[in-house]
């Protein structure tokens, strides 16, 4: 377990130990202090393979753009993640709260968990041994 406090302004989860909102700089000293499993990654691989994931609890997943200095947080680039495979630049988003979500970016080609699209804007709680399907390439995602 770790401790935590939400932002009440952005309602994101910070470490206890924050003075700041870590994604909007509000002070967090009025928010309560509460206890939750501690952060950790989610295990990814994509035939196979595993995918290289930061400690992070907001975590895009995308393929980069180096010509734009852009990286998201999980690269799909390395795996045939490209526009010709339909993956977005920031196509989907996986949000810890104690346990782990995804939600779609409003990517071109849309996500889907278990065969089930993920509606733009709505959170979907991701099982362990979940297939994420981002344009033509399958995720497995392990709690
Ligand atoms: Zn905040």
Redesign the pocket.
Known sequence: MASFKT??????R?DAVNAT??????ALAQAEIFDAPALERPRLTINHHPVQVPLKTELIIGRADRANDWIPDIDLTPHGGNAASGVSRRHAQLVWDGTWWIQDLNSANGTLVNQVPVTPGQRVALPDGAIIQIGTLYIIFYN
Do not use: I, S
């Open positions: 932002c009440p302004t952005c309602d994101r910070n909102c870590t994604f909007c700089g509000t």
